[in-house]
């Protein structure tokens, strides 16, 4: 049985489509339907039902599946045994926010590159809504963001949450304490709207009876702290965002009487059978961050 073929099945299934399956391989779509023909022609039964657009597994469909998974379980665990790809290079595609970019995220490539050589990255840095997405559709491999991603086969590990603070610029907000209501009066900017911060802000200032003058919604952390140099107002920023970006800027972290809830950060990833790089890499990332390799499967 060839493995290749098998392995196109698996993708499918767990993708839910013969074109991000082809995308997530490099094929063409119709090579990734050929391999699908080849090992229902191999099997004798037919695995997908095309009677329909809609995306459906015969009963033998499912059955077969779990037999695709052990067998590229196998394959991996030989491989692995033999020392089959020990010097190859590891390619992963990562997606992450701004505010982790802009605070664990370089360290940690640096770390990677030293522990595995050959590791190449395929960063995307976007927002939330989108990487969640992206890893659902299997155009990454692991989202860090702020929400979880769910879905079949999907896996996810909450990571450390990140302070949230409010920061003005140096020379214009010289108090060493501000109310509440000292910040309402302001320009504040956050993240886009409906995000956990952006929500979060709002309610902030409900819990006091206040309303904030105006609530500007960027998504870029590069633009707001832009914004706040050039005198434009006050953002919420993560705090390890601010240590770096305000090593450069006249930024600075404005002391309230009471504080912004964390922005809480989730890795999200797809298991591949076929090989341990994905595990690996995440394992790599909780453990730089102090936290727990001890995997749970999400549903």
């Not at 089959?84 to 370089?106: C, K, N």
């Not at 702290?225 to 450069?248: D, K, N, S, Y």
Request: a positive charge; proline letters at 4%; glycine letters at 6%.
């Amino acid at each position: 049985m060839n493995l290749r073929f098998v392995e196109a099945y698996y993708w499918v299934v767990s993708l839910q489509s013969v074109s991000r399956a082809a995308e997530k391989l490099f094929i063409t779509q119709s090579a990734m339907s050929s391999r699908i023909a080849a090992l229902e022609d191999e099997l004798g039964v037919l695995l997908l039902d095309r009677r329909d657009k809609q995306f459906q597994l015969t009963v033998a469909g499912k059955r077969f599946f779990t037999y695709a998974q052990r067998l590229l379980e196998l394959q991996r665990e030989i491989k692995a045994e033999m020392g089959a790809g020990t010097h190859a290079a590891t390619s992963l595609r990562i997606g992450a926010i701004e505010s982790v970019l802009h605070s664990w995220l370089i360290p940690w490539v640096q770390h990677m590159r030293e522990a595995l050589p050959g590791f190449e990255l395929e960063l995307t840095v976007e927002t939330t809504p989108v990487l969640v997405e992206q890893v659902r559709r299997g155009t990454l491999d692991v989202a860090v963001a702020a929400l979880p991603s769910a879905g079949d086969g999907l896996r996810s590990r909450a990571l450390p949450a990140m302070e949230m603070v409010f920061v003005g610029h140096r020379e214009l907000h010289r108090k060493r304490r501000y109310l509440l209501a000292d910040l309402a009066g302001f320009e504040l900017l956050t993240f886009q709207r409906g995000s956990q911060p952006h929500v979060a802000l709002i309610d902030f200032f409900r819990q006091d009876g206040l309303e904030p003058r105006r609530v500007h919604a960027i998504s870029s952390i590069s633009a707001m702290a832009e914004l706040v140099e050039g005198g434009f107002g006050v953002a919420t920023l993560p705090l390890a965002a601010v240590r770096q970006i305000g090593a450069r800027k006249p930024l600075k972290v404005l002391s309230c009487e009471r504080k912004l809830l964390p922005l809480p950060v989730h890795v999200s990833y797809r298991d591949d059978p076929t090989s341990s790089l994905t595990r690996t890499v995440v394992d790599a990332m909780l453990t730089h961050l102090g936290v727990s390799t001890n995997h749970r499967k999400n549903r």
